[in-house]
Each structure stands twice: as C-alpha cells, then as structure tokens.
C-alpha cells in the first residue's frame, strides 16, 4: 500500500499542488464535457475533450506501489500437508458426487457429497499460506487492508459511513415495490412459478427450461424465500434487493482492498445510488446475481495471486462456479480471468511454478463447484446453450457478409454510459445513459488512468474485467443494442474506476496541502457523490418509473387482472380472453386460477342457464 511520509514544516508542496491542480482541471473537464456532450457539434470534438481529460489525469495522478504478500523466492506454503490431504478427500467426494449425479441429477447423495466436497476444500486450504507471509490479522477483514497512513480516516467513522450506506441502498432497492415495478412481468413471473415448483417438491436441476433456459439458482433462493414468508411478490422482489445490497457490501470490500477509506466509501456509494443497479435489484431476474460473482471472483482472484494465499484461489473458484449458475452473460468470464492469470504469469515469471499451481488450485475448485451445472451441461448441451446459440451475432454477420455487425455493438456498448443507453423499457428509461454524467465523465478518464498504469496489477485488473464482460454485449445480436442486460458485469467495473479517481484526488489533496484542510477535499467527495447520487435516484424514481412505456413493460393489465381474480368467488365460472392465456402473471399472482377460453361464437350468450356467477374478462 502506499506508504508515504509527509513532512509538516510547510503549509503545502508546489509540486505536488500543481499535480493536484492538474487532477482537479482534469476531472472537472470530464465532467463538464460529460453534462454538455450532446451540445457539441462532432464527436470528435467530445472525444478528444475526454481524452485531454484523461491524459492529464492519468500523468499528473500519483502512481501507488502495491505491496505483494509472496516471499521474492517462494519455496513451500506453511500447512501445505494438511491441505494436501484435505484436498484429496474433496476430490475423492466430488468424483463419487459426480458419478452419483450423472445417475440421477436430484440424487440426495449426490448432492450432499458434492457440498461436502465443497466444505472439505475450504477447510483444507484455509490456512496455507506462504512461509514468509504473515497470516491476516482479524481487523483485516474488516476493513479489508486497512493500514496507519495520514491518508485514511478513523475505522469507527468508517465503519459507520458504511452501515449508513448500506442502509441506503436497502432503502432505494425495497421502497414501494408498487411504483417500480408496477405489475409481474411475464419472465418474473416464470421465476416465481419455477420457485413455487421448488417448495413443491419437484427434483432438483441445476438449470431450468424456463425463460429459454437459465441456472436455477436464483428461483432456489426465491423458493427459500417463499418457505419463509410465503410465495408472495414482495418477496420476490426483496430477494433481488437482498442480493443487490449484498453487491454493494462486496464491492466495499474489493475497493477497500485497493484504496484508502474515503475513495473505498465514495465508491461504494455512488454504486449504492446507481440507477443502472437500482432497477435490476427490483426487478425479479436471475441477472442480478452477475455483479456479485464477478466482484466475488475478481477480489479473491486478486488476493490470491497477489498474497499466495490457497484458500483465495478456492473461494475464487467456488466464485467463478458461482458466476456459471447466475446469468448466461457470465460465459464470456474466462476470457478476463485467462488474462488476468497470464498476466500474473509475467508479473510472477521467478514464480512461475508457484503461480500455475495456485491457478491449477483455482481452476480444481470451480470445477468441483460446477460439478451439478456441468453433469447438466454435459448431458443436456441442447438446453444449456438454447439461447447463446439464438442470441450470439454470427447469424447476422453471415447474414449480411460482413463485420458491420459487430462494430455497431462495439459502437453501441462503447457509447452506453456517455450518450445512449439501452433501448428497452423494461430495462432503462429508454436511451437515457446507463450511468449519471458524473460517474460517467470520472468513469472515463478513470480507464485512461489505468491503461496509463497497466503495469501495476490493481489496474490491469480493470482491463481484465472489461475483457470478462463486455464481449457479452458485442457478440450478441445488434437486436436491442446495448443491452444493459447482457453487460451487467460492466457495472461494478465503472465504480471501480471511478473510485480509483477518487483516491487519486484524495491522495494528492492530502499530500499537496501536507494533511491540512481535509474536511474540505472530502467535503468535495461528499458534493460529488451527493450530487451523481441524485442525479440518478431522482431520475429513478421520478422519470424511469413514472414513464408510461415503462410501466407497460410490466404487464400492468395481466397483473391487475390477478389481482382482480383472487378477489373473486371461488364458486363463479371465469371465461378469459384468449389473450391472457397462461400469461405468467395470472398464474403467480392468481395462484394458477381455474377459467375457460373465452370464444364469443360459444360463449356470449351462454348456450344455456347457468346457476354459479360467470364472469367474462
């Protein structure tokens, strides 16, 4: 971590004053060129505004040396035996776990000896450690590296700031589900009725043929839900707000391990307060849990190959399973962390063995995870991959003959947080960018900062993320482009750069004015994030879910029509029209209500007398 001393026998440092004032003309240029974007008569001349910004950002910010918990020349790990021997019964567990379940999917044995084999490699590999590594004290956890420095802030008032926060983003993420979303949407719907089969008894699968297939993990947690509070879709709905504070505290942890307190806060505000994670967290979509396993994936990866601690590379690959049983935008994942780890390879060449057998470790341990998904997979490759094989953008690009295709998306996805967003009600007040134009001007010159310091790893890390998550929009079809669905991977990602500005200016304010005045430059932090903050809560609520088209996305009329027919006598004949039928809503909502089709050449009139109330709708 950075490990500064600063002297106090003058008021300020010119240099580092000039670098300070540089990083502030930068970053208000950003956002300057960011709130007047659509006034500007080319796009080349916002282009090179932003990179102007960014450049002088990114030259005039003070770079961080990251510590690396590995010895220079790594021999052996302490409680390598013990992990050895642990690591072996989970093997044996998981290969009968596998041989089990290739049988019968819904084995109880199965199933048990596989989670037991998940137990057994964490305990195994808990406390193996590099010999020359101390082991984490238990105030590291919380907060994560936390370290002395005249940078950082007292741990009661960030402990605090951070439960306040928390509470936030649980406020924004539960408060009257009947305003946003107004109604069940038909792909909702199917979750809440996949989770009642759950509670119902039907076998366990690791991936369903709902919705065009997807990972039934999270119908799973909703049928948890439903044996608690009952099927209900508040519940529904406060399961996806559940997993979306969870994101928040997670990508807490993960700033907190790169940068210093109030940067880590900021950050982690302005993701509490994203429009863009607000909506997915009231809407009841298995895409939720995406930014969660990557955040999860990407801090304990990091850890890992940056400490040598074994039990990192198991939780990250228990994470990386984790991300396969989420949303199928998490497949193109790989790509970022086979990145991330031949980049490693290069940073560890004196340790290269070392680094292939804790990746080695990494990959063993996704592989135990998936074992269920994967038997499915395996046996069942027509399901899993229905809807890549629909969705991915070869169909198009044979259609026309050329890579046209292609660079639209990478126009499209490139361009969503600046200028135009996803399209889709359902998913974004239609058009509006995908983030405030605060975090999007920062976010910008915040990926030229890291591209300027590539070689230090918690900036690569940045662009093995991208690699990880942007090709799930560019390889899908152009239909609906961009999708805010398909990149929601994308989303922590902008907070992270957005935070490593944030320290970069916090850094150089304490250091050019050697300590002095830091209630003000963090009384600038606080004015930004109040402001993006707003910004995008206000548009939220406001503009996004007031907006008639995307109230009608929710099926406004289908769920009304529940509503209705659960208040109704249960002795009245209920003729529907054929419009309504099966729609998911009324099934949910209605609790699988008994009704005719209606056929007005049968049944108006009614061909004869009729002694229970009817009822046409």
């Known amino acids: 971590m950075d490990q500064e001393v600063l002297p106090d026998k003058v008021m300020f440092d010119r240099r580092g004053l000039l670098a300070w004032a540089l990083l502030l003309a930068a970053g208000s240029l950003a956002i300057w060129t960011q709130l007047r974007i659509n006034t500007f008569p080319a796009a080349t001349t916002t282009g090179l505004l932003f990179l102007a910004a960014g450049l002088i950002f990114a030259f005039a910010a003070p770079g961080i040396q990251e510590k690396m918990g ?5 021999r052996r790990w302490e409680g390598a035996r013990p992990a050895q021997i642990g690591g072996g019964l989970a093997l044996l567990l998981a290969l009968v776990a596998t041989y089990l379940l290739w049988d019968d999917l819904s084995s109880r044995w199965g199933l048990l000896l596989w989670l037991a084999a998940v137990v057994a490699l964490l305990v195994s590999f808990w406390s193996a450690r590099p010999v020359a590594a101390q082991e984490d004290p238990v105030w590291r956890w919380f ?13 009661n008032l960030e402990i605090l700031i951070l439960v306040l926060i928390i509470a936030g983003a649980l406020a924004l993420r539960v408060w009257d589900f009947s305003l946003f979303p107004n109604g069940l949407q038909s792909d909702e719907g199917n979750n809440g009725i996949d989770a009642l089969k759950w509670i119902s008894g039907a076998p366990y699968t690791p991936y369903s043929e709902s919705n065009e297939g997807q990972a039934s993990l999270f119908t799973y947690l909703i049928a948890l839900g439903f044996s608690f509070f009952g099927p209900t879709l508040e519940v529904m709905r406060s399961v996806s707000a559940l997993v979306g504070v969870a994101t928040v505290i997670a990508f807490y942890f993960l700033v907190r391990d790169h940068y210093t307190a109030p940067a880590a806060l900021a950050g982690t505000a302005l993701l509490a307060f994203s429009r863009w994670h607000i909506t997915f967290s009231r809407i009841i979509y298995e895409l939720i849990l995406t930014p969660l396993a990557l955040v999860l994936l990407f801090y304990f990866l990091h850890k890992a190959l940056r400490d040598g601690r074994l039990r990192d590379f198991v939780l990250a690959g228990l994470a990386l399973a984790f991300g396969f049983n989420t949303y199928t935008g998490f497949r193109t994942a790989p790509i970022g962390v086979g990145l991330l ?14 680094v292939i057998g804790g990746s080695f470790l990494f990959v063993g341990s996704a592989l135990i995870g998936l074992i269920p998904l994967a038997v499915y997979a395996i046996q069942r490759p027509n399901v899993v991959f229905l809807r890549t094989s629909r969705l991915n953008i070869l169909g198009e690009i044979d259609a026309v003959g050329s890579l046209q295709p292609l660079w639209t998306n990478l126009r499209n996805y490139l361009l969503m947080y600046n200028l135009r967003g996803d399209p889709v009600t359902i998913n974004n007040l239609p058009g509006a960018p995908a983030v405030a134009a605060i975090v999007g001007g920062l976010g910008l010159i915040g990926l030229v900062y890291a591209l300027r310091h590539i070689n230090q790893p918690r900036f690569f890390l940045a662009i093995a993320w991208i690699a990880a998550t942007l090709p799930a929009g560019i390889l899908s079809v152009t239909l609906e482009s961009p999708s805010s669905r398909r990149v929601i991977g994308m989303l922590p990602l902008v907070f992270l750069l957005v935070t490593a500005v944030i320290d970069a200016f916090w850094r150089s304010s304490v250091r050019a004015w050697h300590g002095r005045a830091r209630w003000l430059w963090g009384g600038v932090i606080v004015g930004l994030v109040a402001s993006a903050g707003y910004a995008d809560v206000d548009m939220f609520f406001t503009r996004q879910a007031t907006a008639e088209s995307v109230q009608m996305a929710f099926s406004p009329v289908e769920s009304s029509i529940a509503r209705y027919m659960t208040g109704l006598d249960k002795e009245a004949v209920l003729y529907v029209n054929q419009g309504f039928r099966n729609h998911s809503a009324i099934q949910f909502i209605a609790h699988n209500p008994e009704y005719r089709v209606l056929d007005t050449s049968l049944h108006l009139p009614l061909p004869e007398p009729q002694d229970k109330p009817v009822i046409y709708i």
């Open 70 to 74: 590995w010895p220079t020349r790594l």
């Open 143 to 155: 907060p994560p590296a936390s370290y002395p420095s005249r940078f950082d802030i007292s741990r």
């Open 341 to 354: 780890l031949l980049y490693w390879l290069i940073v560890r060449r004196k340790e290269v063995a070392a």
